[in-house]
């Protein structure tokens, strides 16, 4: 009596995992940051310094429209790519990464800069995950990201006042 509903549950429990799988779910959400759903936008504070214009950048093949690392898998530079397109990596007040495109290029952030850290607000539109190598300073060393980043784009980027 005990075996039929054994089988009963695994088999139900198999099917509940085959329809998620088929879904899509999972490669819909962003699960690094809270469950963001590709294609949606979300306010993002994030941390820099006028210094991380030139030292934030990635290495991916990964592409996505409008947002492409500075470098290939391969650490070899990509020529040409526009500065509204380079992703970097950024940190969010709550220490959460991701990577956007498109903040050394807004307006609020042309020269001169704040001195010191200083906090952006952007709205961060999810276009999708990646895993790059990440370079936190510029001539140092790639690290391998060891986790899912959500990629995306940032606009309306300002400094508080």
Request: charged share 15%; aromatic share 8%; proline share 7%.
């Amino acid at each position: 009596m005990l075996l039929p509903g054994l089988a009963a549950l695994i088999v139900i429990g198999f099917a509940a995992w085959v329809v998620v799988a088929w879904s899509g779910h999972a490669g819909a959400y962003a699960m690094a940051l809270d469950g963001w759903r590709l294609g949606g936008a979300h306010l993002v504070e994030v941390t820099v310094v006028a210094e991380d214009r030139e030292r934030l950048t990635c290495a991916s093949d990964t592409a996505f429209p409008g947002a492409t690392c500075e470098y290939d898998a391969g650490q070899r530079l990509r020529p040409g790519v526009p500065l509204a397109e380079q992703l970097s990596p950024f940190n969010t007040v709550k220490n959460q990464l991701l990577l956007g495109a498109g903040l050394w290029a807004a307006p609020d952030l042309a020269d001169p800069l704040p001195r010191g850290r200083f906090t952006v607000v952007c709205n961060f539109h999810v276009l999708g995950v990646s895993r790059p190598a990440l370079r936190w300073a510029e001539g140092g060393e790639w690290k391998p990201s060891a986790e899912n980043v959500p990629t995306g784009t940032l606009k309306n980027c300002t400094i508080p006042r």
